[in-house]
Nanobody, 123 residues
């Protein structure tokens, strides 16, 4: 069974940085897509970023472009989300996602989800 283990969330001041990590222990990392979603308080879950199985294509929601960077390390079965210049609007529970379908337009439909990690940005 797929197991996504997330880490790196926490409390940070506006303008600061965090790096989220997600390790997949359930299947071969190199054969499927990975990504991140988030759910702000009181709102629906939304797409943040995705990276395809080979690591050569990345996609971001407009509001995080230039601030967030998704990457993957196949040797460690780990995907990362580097978040820089954080603002209060980035406060949310962040979910790692894996597998499923990632289209060329950046639409991501995962098959598995992590448990979520809280990111809180203070002003």
């Amino acid at each position: 069974q797929v197991q996504l283990v997330e880490s790196g969330g926490g409390l940070v001041q506006a303008g600061g940085s965090l790096r989220l990590s997600c390790a997949d222990s359930g299947r071969t990392f190199t054969t499927y897509h990975m990504g991140w979603f988030r759910q702000p308080p009181g709102k629906e879950r939304e797409f943040v970023a995705a990276i395809n199985w080979s690591g050569d294509s990345t996609y971001y929601r407009d509001s995080v472009k230039g601030r967030f960077t998704i990457s993957r390390d196949s040797a460690k079965n780990t995907v990362y989300l580097q978040m820089d210049n954080l603002g209060v609007e980035d406060t949310a529970v962040y979910y790692c996602a894996s597998g499923g379908t990632l289209t060329g337009e950046g639409n991501y439909y995962p098959s598995d989800w992590g448990q979520g990690t809280q990111v809180t940005v203070s002003s």
